[in-house]
């Protein structure tokens, strides 16, 4: 009977709430700026990247709220070479390394930005190839499914005398 009293007090004098909100994790230092107007706010962006100033470029303003974030080259994960010693080499990342804006949409699992340079064949052929092969196989389908039965041939059953009743059953419910 004591340990409900004991949580009710609890969360009355809100303990449970504050202790909970201690271990709470900022990322406003994370979060990108706004966009920099002068050259002091883009040195100060720069260094809040770790990146030199000469290479330093933020995206355009052009309302898609990037602010400050640098604007880095489309190089998606699998085009990174796989012998580089990475420290995350799951990922094919450094530590501390910053992420494109768009790394969420180029992981392994997911697309690549470059995958042109690196296919075998160019886009019109593999799409061609696709309709070559389903209109290919379907039309094997149907060719066959008209010049080839399915289905064994079958005639009638025959019995040994016409006309006469093979069943047991009255027809007077029929």
Known sequence: MALPRVINGMLRTKAIYSVSSRSVVSHEPWKPGPYPKTEAERLAAAKKYGLLPEEYAP????????????????????????YYPWDCPEHNRNFGEILHVHADMWGSDKGDPNYREKARFPDWQRVSSLFAAVFGISGLMLSGDYLCKRYRPFMPKQWPQENVKYYTYSDKYF
């Open 59 to 82: 995206h355009p303003d052009d309302g898609l709220g990037f602010g400050d974030y640098p604007k880095l080259p489309d190089i998606g994960q699998d085009s990174k070479s796989e």
